[in-house]
């Protein structure tokens, strides 16, 4: 049971360049997000998945898309990076999405945009 | 209201008690939680407390909640090296989005023997 795996780990990008955050949990879990932290910040939600087919934005959604590939998978694509980008990107799950459960959360995917 | 506050940064020696504070703006919170972040890694619920508590103790952990000042802490009781990390505060509102939950910057603890 590895939880909440991420890929890749670290990625320097170009400005311009287009790449895709993978998340994969196997929990069964419900519910997906994206978040990305900014140092010396919180975790802004960048988008979240109530369940499989449903996609909605979060705080910051501006420059990137998602997709809720099935139950286990939810990835993060950046079609034009920019360097106001580079962050530390966290993906989260948990069980249906209600107040007061434990979102369980990756490694996290370090990404430098140049 | 989605304004959460902490102090950036507290220093503390392994053995003593480390208390950790956070306040927030809006009284409609519902959950409030700590996080901890280690090192390169993700984020790990420590605990939680809901909004009609004032107090929530797990073994070295006490949660204490004042509704009337709107401020959360942390205690950590007996420090170790160990809980040298980031503690992030976090809340969430009634009916909100999945749980959506509001960060902290988060708190920087460094634990020197």
């Known amino acids: 049971n590895a939880g909440v795996t991420q890929t890749p780990k670290f990625q320097v990008l170009k400005t311009g360049q287009s790449m895709t955050l993978q998340c994969a949990q196997d929990m069964n879990h419900n519910s997906m997000y994206w978040y990305r932290q900014d140092p010396g910040m919180g975790l802004r939600l960048i988008y979240y998945s109530a369940s499989e087919g449903t996609t909605d934005k979060g705080e910051v959604p501006n420059g990137y898309n998602v997709s809720r590939l099935n139950k286990r998978e939810f990835s993060l694509r950046l079609e034009s990076a920019a360097p106001s980008q580079t962050s530390v990107y966290f993906c989260?799950?948990?069980?249906?999405?209600?107040?007061?459960?434990?979102?369980?959360f990756g490694p996290g995917t370090r990404l430098l945009v140049l | 209201g989605e304004d959460v506050e902490q102090s950036l940064f507290l220093s503390v020696r392994e053995g003593d008690s480390s208390v950790i504070n956070c306040t927030y703006t809006?009284?409609?919170?519902?959950?409030l939680y700590w996080y901890k972040q280690e090192p390169g890694a993700g984020l790990q619920l420590l605990t939680y407390?809901?909004?009609?508590?004032d107090m929530k103790q797990d073994q070295r952990l006490t949660v204490l909640l004042n509704k009337k000042d709107k401020h959360l802490s942390l205690r950590i009781a007996d420090t170790q090296t160990g809980d040298s990390a980031i503690y992030f505060c976090?809340?969430?509102?009634?009916?909100?989005?999945?749980?959506?939950?509001?960060f902290g910057r988060g708190t920087q603890l460094t634990v020197w023997p």
């Open positions: 809006d009284s409609s919170s519902t959950y």
């Open positions: 976090a809340e969430s509102f009634r009916g909100s989005t999945l749980g959506r939950l509001y």
């Open positions: 407390i809901f909004s009609n508590m």
């Open positions: 989260a799950s948990s069980e249906r999405g209600f107040e007061g459960e434990t979102q369980y």
